[in-house]
């Protein structure tokens, strides 16, 4: 594939300072969901795309499809790009545009795209706007490819979604449950130099602990929501203790985590509380079952307040969002993603799992094989994702790209000897 790399290589140096542009404009629109008015954004992204030559399809969410999912606007993107004959597979590339808030400690506006020693710092830049920079400037050297007279059969799809940070349901999920695509291989944002072939899954549950309330002088009147929760608490952390014990067989993926990340209720200081929220997040390995754990967290909340007079519990799911596992047929996209970084970055990539979750698993629901590549860092936490003064280099912005365009023509049938 030395051609094919030239070829490539030669078409991504030509736009590396256009790339990087496009990028920095993505960066300075704010996309935070929530609050999730995100239909901004993809008007803005869209008008970028068409710039580049693509042909664009905008898709808007129903507005109470976006309120049923914690949001105010979106609209998905769509392009499509054909090579050749309607023989060769379909393979969609998808990265999405909303991001969480900037929140405080950031060194650089969170919205500037500010460039220092080649690092690129701005809120999404690497979670997941790159992504949108990588796979449309990889489309754009596949037609530089096709172009320069290398036979391309297939098609290639961008998706570009607004709903991740809320779980997916109105971005991937809604574009195939809908029929708007039907991909035959997906490739989803990256948050790491290796091919992730597995994530973890992600179960929220809100818990409303109900009491009665009463004079903090006569406390014996009424029944203390908030002790109440406290027995919920302890028997939680316990749990989680315990999770330890619970090892993922997938490479990158350690075992279940639990976190109480928010507590809410009380009246006032001088009153019996009489009712307390807890919002916790269950993380699962890929080879637990979701809704084996989801029944067994609920039937422990219950037996925690069980003996005490007075109190009630309401549970309520937030999200579930199952683990990506591999599916047969992911060795199409992971065999030369692999080889191609490797060849690229020069050092061995292969394939493991991330502890997060991702709207890449919708994909595989549908029975898609699916992996998640793009331009990022060797870890989440080395692009201070979802933190302040997250960042991009910009140089695996180039890699990344030229990785991902290298793996498409393989995929869709490009020529040239086999020395990559």
């Known amino acids: 594939m030395t051609h094919l790399y030239d070829t490539l290589r030669g078409f991504l140096e030509t736009q590396r300072q256009a790339q990087r542009d496009f990028l920095a404009a993505l960066v300075r629109v704010p996309s935070d ?35 049923e999912n914690g949001m ?20 969609a590339l998808n990265a999405h545009g909303d991001v969480v808030a900037p929140g405080e400690g950031w060194s650089v506006d969170p919205y500037g795209a500010e460039i220092i020693d080649g690092v690129m710092y701005g809120r999404g830049v690497a979670v997941s706007k790159s992504d949108f920079a990588t796979y449309a400037y990889a489309l754009k050297a596949l037609e530089a490819l096709e172009a320069e007279g290398v036979a391309l059969d297939g098609t290639v799809e961008l998706h570009l979604t607004y709903d991740e940070e809320v779980g997916g349901a109105i971005g991937p999920q809604w574009l195939l449950d809908t029929g708007i695509s039907q991909p035959d291989l997906a490739i989803s944002a990256g948050f790491a130099y290796q091919v992730v072939t597995a994530h973890n899954g992600c179960l929220h549950l809100e818990v409303t602990v109900s009491g009665r309330s009463a004079h903090a002088a006569k406390p014996e009147t009424g029944h203390d929501a908030l002790e109440a929760a406290t027995a919920i608490l302890s028997m ?185």
């Open 33 to 67: 969901n929530p609050p999730g008015d995100c239909a901004p954004h993809a008007e803005a992204a869209a008008a970028l795309l068409e710039a580049l030559g693509f042909a664009v399809e905008r898709h808007p969410v129903p507005a109470e499809l976006c309120a």
């Open 72 to 91: 105010i606007s979106a609209t998905n993107l769509v392009i499509r790009k054909e090579f050749g004959s309607e023989e060769g597979p379909v393979i």
């Open 236 to 420: 939680l952390y316990g749990l989680r203790d315990g999770l330890k014990a619970v090892r993922s067989s997938v490479p990158g993926i350690d075992h279940p985590t639990l976190v109480v990340g928010l507590i809410a209720g009380g009246i006032n200081t001088n009153v019996v509380p009489d009712k307390v929220t807890l919002r916790l997040d269950r993380r699962l390995v890929p080879e637990e079952d979701a809704a084996g754990v989801e029944a067994a967290l609920r039937l422990a909340i219950e037996d925690a307040v069980e003996a005490l007079p007075g109190i009630s519990v309401a549970i309520h799911r937030l999200l579930l969002a199952t683990p990506l596992g591999p599916l047969p047929g992911v060795e199409r996209l992971s065999g030369p993603l692999s080889r191609h970084a490797s060849a690229v970055l020069g050092e061995e990539i292969g394939t493991g799992g991330l502890q997060i979750y991702t709207d890449a698993r919708h994909y595989m629901a549908a029975g898609v094989p699916t992996v998640l590549y793009g331009a990022g860092p060797r870890s989440i936490l080395e692009a201070n994702g979802h933190r302040a003064d997250e960042k991009l280099v910009l140089a695996d912005l180039n890699k990344a790209t030229l990785v991902v365009a290298a793996t498409l023509a393989e995929l869709l049938g490009g020529s040239g000897d086999d020395d990559s």
